[in-house]
């Protein structure tokens, strides 16, 4: 058997043909610049994630990049995120200028620790990131009292958690502004980069709206200087289709880690996904934790078995943020987890016989 850690191939099957159809009305009517299908899916996220305005870009990554620039964020600011993330999460703060402060992880979630956010505060902070990682959002609750005490504002990397809530409400909607990306391997992705801003604050997302088109506003006065970074038609037009899936597939995603968590409750050598009671996690990874982990993957890969580690170096430790000054030992949390942890195949159309197989596999490597 071959358990792959992604098929996209099954998942774009069953809606192919609509995807194809709608792709054709963008042809036929050959607005590939902001036309109406990426309004009409603007409209349907801002109806699927309850939120004022939606706004399409051309990448997660720009996402971030507009939502620091329409906070005025910049040079001699701060942001404090987490340094247990992809590099977008950060590489966006440095962008504008600003400096990633970064703050250790909480060792269940794997998601920003509340605890630790006020000693990281100075009069340059401006902001703080959470990130919802794999899918589970970060405490919000926590994180939205200490930023309104301290007056930073929010920004939601939510790339990983579309759908997500926390406490009843859709994570990337509950800051400041949040941010989503399309790219293929998120539970929603597209054919493609892709990537939207979130708010529901009607002046920033004029900003936005302004930002995403060299900061124009109206035709040729820029009243500042923003990004070429649209969210292609055809890729909306896609998504529009996708969308309409997305309840279901991340259900399925919920129904795997059940499975999963069936199969493997009695094994002493991992630690399954921890979810926080106030959490509706999409499991945009199922990431497991195992102090062999390393020996692990290569039994599992020898057998066919996809599986990925996200993400093997922390952030503050990268070479390019080198000048930043952090070192081994600053996030011993984040740190240890990065030895540690290994996402297994969680996509929707998985079999219960494939999940069954990646346990058994699991198994026999601490039997034998
Ligand atoms: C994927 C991802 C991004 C960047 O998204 P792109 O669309 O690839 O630019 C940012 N942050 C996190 C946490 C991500 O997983």
Redesign the pocket.
């Known amino acids: 058997m071959k358990v792959p850690l992604l098929d996209l191939n099954a998942q774009y099957l069953p809606v192919m043909s609509e995807i194809k159809a709608e792709l054709d009305k963008v042809f036929s009517t050959h607005q590939y610049i902001l036309g109406t299908a990426v309004k009409e899916f603007e409209e349907d996220m801002q109806m699927y994630l309850q939120v004022k305005h939606a706004i399409g870009c051309a ?4 996402a ?1 990049q507009l939502a620091l620039m329409a906070l005025g964020i910049a040079a001699g600011d701060e942001v404090i995120t987490t340094p247990f ?2 590099f ?2 950060a590489s966006a703060i440095h962008r504008v200028g600003a400096t990633p402060i970064f703050v250790d992880i909480d060792s269940r979630t794997y998601n920003l620790n509340p605890d630790l956010l006020e000693k990281a505060i100075t009069p340059r902070t401006k902001a703080i990131m959470p ?1 919802h ?1 794999f899918g589970q959002p970060a405490n919000m609750n926590s994180i939205a009292e200490i930023a309104a005490k301290h007056q930073l504002k929010i920004i939601e ?1 939510n ?2 958690g579309i759908g997500a809530k926390y406490d009843g409400a859709f994570a990337g909607t509950i800051g400041d502004i949040g941010t989503l ?3 293929p391997s ?1 539970n929603l992705g597209a054919m493609g ?3 939207m801003v979130l708010t529901n604050d009607d002046e920033l997302a004029l900003r936005l709206k302004q930002l995403r088109v060299h900061g124009e506003n109206p035709k040729y006065f820029h009243k500042w200087v923003g990004l070429n970074s649209r969210l292609d038609s055809l890729q909306a037009a896609a998504l529009k289709i996708k969308l309409r899936q997305l309840d279901k597939w991340s259900a399925q995603r919920r129904e795997n880690a059940k499975i999963y968590h069936e199969l493997l409750t009695d094994l002493p050598e991992i630690n399954l996904p921890y979810i926080d009671p106030k959490a509706l996690t999409i499991y945009n990874q199922f990431t497991i934790t195992c102090r062999d982990r390393d020996g692990l993957m290569a039994h599992l890969q020898k057998n066919d078995i996809g599986c990925a580690i996200y993400y093997p170096l922390s952030l503050h430790l990268q070479e390019c943020f080198a000048h930043l000054g952090g070192k081994k030992g600053d996030f011993p949390v984040c740190e240890d987890l990065s030895q540690k942890v290994l996402s297994l195949p969680i996509y929707s159309e998985l079999t219960r016989e494939q999940i069954e197989y990646v346990c058994q596999k699991i198994k026999e490597y601490f039997t034998k």
């Open positions: 990448s997660g990554t720009d971030l993330t992809f977008a999460t990130v990682l990397d790339a990983q990306s399309f790219f998120k980069d892709g990537g």
